[in-house]
Each structure stands twice: as C-alpha cells, then as structure tokens.
C-alpha cells in the first residue's frame, strides 16, 4: 500500500499553519493590553508604550498575512503538481539551448534558478512593504529605495553565483556516491559551513554595509580591556553602519581560533553609554567563554548527519515521487526536496528545542556579565534597546516560549536581579 506522502505534508502544513495562528491570536491579545508589566513600567512613558504597542500590533497584522499567503501558495502550488511542471519547464530549457535530457545536472541547476526566482518575485512585495511602510512608519527605516534595489541587486548576483556550483556538487553526490551519500552530504555541508563563515565576514558583507576601525578613545579602551581581561584575541574591532538601513542596534563576534573580531552597529553606540555597550559586549563574551558557538556548530553537525542517514531510507520510498506528481522521471536532486518535505514535524520539534537551548544560553551569557561586575550597567543597556527597538513590552508566555530564541526583557532583568544577588 502507498502512503499518501502528499496528503501528509499537506495536513502538517496546514495542522502547523493553525497551531501558528493560535498562538499569534494569544499574542495579539498580549500586545493590546492597555499597560506593560509592572516591573517595566519605570522606564516607559505612556508615549513609549503606545509606540512600541503600535508598532508590534503592525508587525503582526504584517506577519499574519505573509503567513497565511505564504501557506496557501505552498499549498496550492503542491497539489498543482508545481515541482515536476517546473521540472519539465526546466528540462525544456535545457533542451532548447541544445541539450538532451541526460544533463540532469544542468536541468537541475536550471530548476532552482527558476525556483529562487519566483519566491524573490513572491517575497519582493512584502519585502517592500516591510521596510517603506511598517519599518517606514514607526521610524525604522533609513534606507532608500535606491539602497533596497542595490541590496537586492547584489543579493541575486551572488545568489548567480554561488548557488549553481552548490546544487551541481549535491547533485553529483546524489548520483554517485551510493549507499555513503549520508557521509558526503555531511561532509560537503560541513566544508560549505566553515567555507561562508569564512568568506562572509570578509567578502559578502561589506558589499553591503561599511566596515570601519572602531576609532581610539575611551570606548575602544574600556572594549580591549574587557578582552585583554578575559584572554579574547580580539585582533580587530569595527563599527559598522547599520544606521544607513535601520535604526535598529545590534553588536556581533566573529572569527576562528586567534583571530576574533567584534562589530559595533553604529546605532547601539549611540543609543548606549560607553559602560552599557561595555556591558553588552561582556554578555557577547560570555557566549565565547562558555563555549556557545562551538557547541552549536557541532549541535548542528549531528543533527544534520542524523537528518541525512535519515534520508538515505527515505528517498528510494515506494510512491514517494509519484505522490508528488513525478510519474515519469526521478531526478535524484528532488529526493532531497522531498525529503525536506516528509520531515516538517522534525523541523518543527527541533526549531523548539533549539529556542529553548538558545534562551538558555542567553540567561548563561547574561549571568556571565553579571560575574564580571556589569550587571547595572547591562540591565540599563537591556532596558534602552528595548525602548529603542520598540520591542513587545506584553509577551503572552506560549508565544514567547514557542518562537524566540532569546527571553523577553522581562525575564532576562529578573534572572540579572537574581544574579546580582548571589554575587553580592
């Protein structure tokens, strides 16, 4: 007996689609309270609070209606048959630029051209509308649309670029590589992983913001000092300017072994006093010291090595392909698109695990910054990005534990209270 394969993801998709819904109805609910929490009541004017309320009640009127777009042209698009008529569009393609049916790696690099392209041509509307009317109305948005068309631009050349020699590479390991495909899978992700952390930094970002030297001064002493204290070997230290694009802040570390840098979003040093990015750059730190990055990195090795040997008993399924509307052929690249597919409800389990080891983290860094004597300093510089970002004063507790990856302010000032307690 065949296995509805089809009917499957569809349910999930929908079953997922409601589940989203009534959580984002809870939060709706959170977000049009008339006060935010007590506790946070001494740093928000009633001004404040309306923005941020307005603000947040923007996005998620935006959200929602991405989201259900989103699920129904998935939907629709699957039970069309979309993926086998795009594949035979693609193999026309082919053929008509004079070759056979046998270049399946071509065909397949023509398919996610084509398949890249229209969800750019079905994102690039609420895109815009992000930026120029949501962003654009609460004061976000700086950058001009000139600006967003470069950005875009630049995108979809290196998307040119890239994408072509990574599908041709997967799609010679699945041709050839038998029974150790899970193995070379792995193994080229890994290689692609250390690669763009590699070149990111370097090479792809700077296309779109301006790096510069963090100047001399008493900011990029009491920064060196932090590190020189903790034994960071920080070779580099850059603002950037986020500002063009967004008022928003923000404030990162990259890098392998003894070579780290940390980047400095040009809006979190104004908004913050120099103690305050201090003691945000102490939290960051945490993350290093306590060995966060490498965890995750290896965290997501496995689970990406134990989703490929999953993989190796899922793509040969009887009627798998068929379900799909592939009768005739079964391109071996669309094994793995399929597969994609099938494991939805893993995704959905591990992307809830994986917030949850992050807002733990999170507390862990935090907590971090504490033991190093900034804990006042940290919880102003919290509260200030905050109210700066306009984030969510109201946070219904199911939402926030279903989707953020980091604790709401809320919970993140009551676990620095109780940390500064026991180091006292």
Request: hydrophobic letters at 45%; glycine letters at 4%; proline letters at 5%.
């Amino acid at each position: 007996m065949n296995i509805p394969y089809l009917q499957l993801v569809i349910q999930f998709s929908l079953s997922v689609y409601a589940l989203h819904t009534y959580l984002d109805i809870r939060q709706l609910k959170a977000l049009q309270r008339k006060k935010p929490p007590p506790q946070l009541a001494d740093h928000l004017t009633d001004e404040q609070y309306k923005k941020a309320q307005a603000y947040n009640v923007d996005k998620w009127w935006f959200s929602f209606i991405s989201n259900l777009f989103t699920t129904a042209v998935s939907v629709l698009l699957l039970v069309n048959w979309y993926m086998p008529k795009l594949w035979s569009a693609s193999t026309a393609l082919a053929v008509h630029f004079g070759y056979n049916k046998s270049h399946e790696v071509l065909i397949t690099v023509i398919y996610n051209l084509l398949d890249s392209g229209k969800d750019l041509l079905l994102g690039l509307p609420f895109g815009l509308y992000s930026t120029f009317v949501v962003e654009q109305r609460h004061g976000f948005n700086k950058q001009s649309l000139g600006l967003f068309i470069k950005d875009q631009v630049i995108a979809i050349g290196l998307g040119i670029v890239l994408l072509p020699p990574l599908i041709a590479a997967i799609t010679l390991i699945l041709k050839n590589t038998g029974p150790l495909v899970a193995i070379y899978l792995w193994f080229f992700i890994l290689v692609v992983s250390i690669f763009m952390m590699t070149i990111y930094p370097v090479a792809i970002a700077p296309l779109f913001n301006k790096f510069t030297p963090l100047p001399e001064g008493s900011l990029r002493n009491k920064i060196e000092s932090l590190a020189g204290s903790l034994k960071f070997p920080l070779t580099k230290l850059f603002l950037i300017d986020g500002s063009v694009r967004s008022a928003h802040s923000n404030a990162y570390m990259y890098g392998f072994f003894k070579n780290k840098r940390i980047v400095l979003y040009d809006t979190l040093v104004e908004q913050c006093q120099e103690e305050e990015v201090t003691a945000v750059l102490a939290h960051e730190l945490g993350h290093w010291k306590l060995g966060h990055t490498p965890k995750n990195f290896v965290l997501s090795q496995v689970v990406i090595l134990a989703q490929m040997s999953l993989f190796t008993f899922t793509r040969t399924a009887p009627g798998l392909f068929e379900s799909f509307g592939f009768i005739k052929e079964q391109p071996v690249f669309m094994s793995i698109v399929l597969f994609q597919l099938l494991q939805g409800p893993i995704d959905e389990v591990l992307g809830l695990l994986i917030n949850q080891l992050s807002r733990r983290y999170e507390f862990q860094a935090d907590n971090f910054a504490v033991t190093l004597g900034h804990a006042p300093q940290l919880r102003e510089a919290l509260k200030k990005l905050d109210s700066n970002n306009k984030s969510a004063p109201n946070v219904d507790p199911w939402y926030s534990a279903y989707h953020y990856s980091h604790p709401p302010l809320l919970e993140r000032l009551t676990a620095i209270d109780v940390a500064s307690k026991k180091t006292r």
